[in-house]
C-alpha cells in the first residue's frame, strides 16, 4: 500500500530565498505524484505532476520537483519565494499508473514567507 | 460543465443522527473518492470508487458507508454520527492519471 512522509509540518523562509519541502513516498508500483496547493480559506490546487516521463518536472508559478526513485523522494522547489506562496502543500501518490489506483495525501507542510 | 458539485456546504448534527453527503460529476470520471481534512492531518482518504457497483475502503473508513450506483454520483453516509466526525469533507474525482477534481467541501460539525 502507498504512503507518503512529508518531514517538515512547517517551514519558514524569507522573501527572494530558495523554498524546498520534502516528500518521501512509499509504492508498490510505479507510482503517480503530485503536489498540491491550498491557501487559507480556497481550494486545492494542482501544482505539478509525475507519472513517468521526465523525473525533473516543472509545475506552475516557478515550482519544480524531481523524482528520484532510489531515494523515494519527490522533494518540491522554489528558487525564489514570493510572499504569494504562503500557504499549506502537499504530496500525493497514487500506486501505479492507471484510474483504479486509490490518492493518498501527505499531512501536509505549512509555508510561512517572511517579509 | 459544472464539475464536481457537492453538498450541503455545511451541516450540524447532532451525536446519533444520520446524514448523506452527496457528489455528482458530469465529466464521467470512472474514480471518485471522499477525504476528511483535518488540521495537521493533510486529506484523510475515507472510501474511493473505480467505478459503478465498485467500492473500496480507504485510510479511515470507519462510521461511514458509500455507494457508487451510476458513474455520476458517489453519495457519503454518516450512519450514527459522532462528534470525532467533526470534519471538512471533500469529494473528488478523476479520469486516469491525471489531477484530482475537487467538490468544494463540507463543513461538519457534530455536537
Known amino acids: 500500500a502507498q504512503s507518503v512522509t512529508q518531514l517538515d509540518s512547517h517551514v519558514s523562509v524569507s522573501e527572494g530565498t530558495p523554498v524546498l519541502l520534502r516528500c518521501n513516498y512509499s509504492s508498490s508500483y510505479s507510482p503517480s505524484l503530485f503536489w498540491y496547493v491550498q491557501h487559507p480559506n480556497k481550494g486545492l490546487q494542482l501544482l505539478l505532476k509525475y507519472t513517468s516521463a521526465a523525473t525533473l518536472v516543472k509545475g506552475i508559478n516557478g515550482f519544480e520537483a524531481e523524482f528520484k526513485k532510489s531515494e523515494t523522494s519527490f522533494h518540491l522547489t522554489k528558487p525564489s519565494a514570493h510572499m504569494s506562496d504562503a500557504a499549506e502543500y502537499f504530496c500525493?501518490?497514487?500506486?501505479?499508473?492507471?484510474?483504479?489506483?486509490?490518492?493518498?495525501f501527505g499531512p501536509g507542510t505549512s509555508l510561512s514567507v517572511i517579509p | 460543465n459544472a464539475g464536481v458539485t457537492q453538498t450541503p456546504k455545511f451541516q450540524v448534527l447532532k451525536t446519533g443522527q444520520s446524514m448523506t453527503l452527496q457528489c455528482a460529476q458530469d465529466?464521467?470520471?470512472?474514480?471518485m473518492s471522499w477525504y476528511r481534512q483535518d488540521p495537521g492531518m493533510g486529506l484523510r482518504l475515507i472510501h474511493y470508487?473505480?467505478?459503478?457497483?465498485?467500492?473500496d475502503q480507504g485510510e479511515v473508513p470507519n462510521g461511514y458507508n458509500v455507494s457508487r450506483s451510476t458513474t455520476e454520483d458517489f453519495p457519503l453516509r454518516l450512519l450514527s454520527a459522532a462528534p470525532s466526525q467533526t470534519s471538512v469533507y471533500f469529494c473528488a474525482s478523476r479520469s486516469g492519471v491525471e489531477k484530482l477534481f475537487f467538490g468544494s467541501g463540507t463543513q461538519l460539525s457534530v455536537l
Open positions: 465529466m464521467n470520471h470512472e474514480y
Open positions: 500525493v501518490v497514487s500506486d501505479g499508473g492507471t484510474s483504479y489506483d486509490k490518492v493518498i
Open positions: 470508487s473505480v467505478g459503478a457497483g465498485i467500492t
